[in-house]
């Protein structure tokens, strides 16, 4: 087993434990926060893949997923502190 894949399958562990947090968390901040680790741990994946599999498209995918998740987060945080309101 390569050290990549090895670094791939802990985070694939530590991503399904987010997902625990996520769905258990008390609060909607909690359940935010888990999402975005959740976010950061996919980019950490596919930059993974993309050294594993030596396609460069994958670094755009990682960068265009990076900025679509920030900004889905801070849509969302200002969604749950104005109580739904746009």
Known sequence: MNVLEAVLTVIS?????????????PTIWDR?????????????????????????YLM???LAYSVLGFIGTILIARFVEKKGEF
């Not at 562990?13 to 968390?25: F, H, K, P, S």
């Not at 741990?41 to 930059?47: C, L, Q």
């Not at 993974?48 to 030596?54: M, N, P, S, Y």
Request: net charge positive; charged share 10%.
């Open 13 to 25: 562990i530590l991503t399904a434990l987010v997902l625990v947090r996520v769905i258990i968390g």
């Open 32 to 56: 935010l926060l888990g999402l975005n680790m959740i976010s950061a741990k996919i980019i950490m994946s596919i930059i993974i893949l993309a050294v594993l599999t030596e396609r460069t």
């Open 60 to 62: 755009d995918v990682a």
